[in-house]
């Protein structure tokens, strides 16, 4: 198979994350589409950070308290690090004069409810990027096999152009598979980057509720 020098992170780490997002890629339990090496768990559990009774379990009542909502949308995103939104939230809790026990349970519902959701996209994205993986490694066998059948030594014009259409189009589909799977141990961190987020948060909100 021709090698040939990667293509730069850079240019090709925006193109892989575009990829992850792809809400219409058909989320299931295979295991066979799974290409990470960390152990796949499609959906965070709520017994798991959370002790007592479900705060999710009637629904998406946290859109109800305003404050709360604006809350959520404040830190459940990844460019909040886990530091200042730990901050948010303790504020939060020192100057809500209401039920604090009922606004931080329902603030952790939202987390849960938005950090769980974009979990899940990134892993229906992983998915679709190792699909596309797997369609390039077969047309790398399958054009690495039409080259082979290309006589090497031919002095026919037109031989010799598609054997140089052929080694092209090989080493540019190479460069790119190599180049992903450089990447792909980042991709498939970060559903689990944002399990350990949530878990840091839920663990925030109940030292506050504990107060």
């Known amino acids: 198979?021709?090698?040939s020098a990667p293509?730069?992170?850079t240019w090709l780490f925006p193109v892989l994350l575009a990829l992850l997002p792809a809400a219409a890629w058909a989320q299931d339990t295979k295991k066979d589409d799974w290409p990470c090496v960390q152990v796949l768990q499609?959906?965070?559990?709520v017994g798991a950070m959370w002790p007592g009774d479900d705060p999710t379990a009637n629904g998406p009542s946290w859109r109800d308290d305003a404050v709360v909502a604006a809350l959520v949308e404040r830190v459940a995103p990844r460019r909040v690090t886990v530091d200042e939104a730990t901050a948010e939230i303790r504020r939060f809790?020192?100057?809500?004069e209401g039920d604090r026990k009922v606004a931080l349970s329902e603030l952790f519902a939202g987390l849960f409810e938005s950090i769980n959701g974009e979990r899940a996209t990134i892993i229906r994205g992983i998915r679709r990027f190792n699909a596309r993986q797997e369609a390039l490694a077969r047309r790398i066998e399958q054009t690495t096999s039409a080259l082979d059948g290309v006589d090497a030594t031919s002095t026919d014009m037109a031989v010799?152009?598609?054997?140089?259409q052929l080694e092209t189009q090989l080493t540019?589909?190479?460069?790119?598979?190599d180049e992903r799977e450089r990447l792909l141990p980042a991709i498939c961190d970060q559903p689990f980057v944002l399990e350990r987020r949530l878990f840091a948060l839920s663990r925030t909100i109940q030292e506050e509720i504990g107060k």
């Open 1 to 3: 198979m021709v090698r």
């Open 7 to 9: 293509l730069t992170a």
């Open 42 to 45: 499609p959906e965070l559990s």
């Open 93 to 96: 809790a020192a100057g809500y």
């Open 160 to 164: 010799a152009q598609k054997r140089q």
């Open 172 to 177: 540019w589909d190479q460069r790119v598979f």
